[in-house]
């Protein structure tokens, strides 16, 4: 491995590790502001009884979606983790073998040993690509999981605002709600979408 490939790996996992940390921490916020609409939701529902009956359904939809979303993204967070572990495991190797590839034939010769090493760390180079892609293709799943979470919400959305049209004394608030709630939706698949492409730019 050349120091150029070794160096443009250690740039691309660095890029992936500050994108995952930005997306960890949006996301947390993202999903807590969901969870707020779909509060601020049932609380409009309670405050006018059965005259938003219709709405209520939508309410309770949007809080439970928002509940199923927080599971996902938890369960997409324990994908991230070995993906990262693999990059800097990856790193550890490339760099060591390098290391030992730089050494003169000369010096191999008088520690046979040496050869052995780097063997032992190309054949761990070559487990840890075969990891990476299992955790590659489990992040992925994970991602259209809560992807797919993100579009049944945006299907609730739809719904509210339809039953928020066809109530009059309070229209306002009801579209005020809903739009609320679009918004934070879209925000989340916003983020999936930008963390998606950042793990594409580097792992195919």
Not at 51 to 68: K, P, T
Not at 118 to 137: F, G, P
Request: aromatic letters at 4%; proline letters at 1%.
């Amino acid at each position: 491995m050349s120091h150029l490939s070794l160096e443009e790996m250690r740039s691309g996992f660095l890029g992936i590790a500050d994108a995952t940390f930005e997306f960890q921490r949006n996301l947390k916020r993202r999903l807590r502001e969901i969870d707020r609409k779909a509060l601020n939701a049932q609380v409009l529902v309670r405050r006018h009884g059965q005259e938003l009956a219709g709405y209520g359904v939508v309410a309770r939809s949007f809080r439970d979606g928002a509940q199923r979303l927080q599971q996902a993204a938890m369960q997409l967070q324990h994908a991230i983790h070995p993906l990262m572990l693999g990059f800097m495991e990856t790193l550890r190797d490339s760099h060591q073998a390098e290391q030992l590839q730089r050494l003169s034939v000369a010096v191999r010769e008088r520690a046979p040993q040496l050869n052995e090493t780097l063997r032992r760390h190309q054949h761990m180079l070559e487990m840890r690509s075969d990891q990476s892609r299992h955790a590659t293709l489990r992040l992925s799943h994970m991602l259209k999981r809560v992807e797919h979470i993100v579009t049944e919400l945006e299907y609730v959305v739809i719904n509210g605002r339809i039953e928020a049209a066809l109530k009059t004394d309070v229209r306002t608030a009801l579209t005020q709600v809903s739009a609320d709630m679009n918004k934070a939706v879209i925000q989340v698949r916003q983020l999936l979408r930008e963390y998606a492409a950042s793990i594409g730019r580097v792992l195919p």
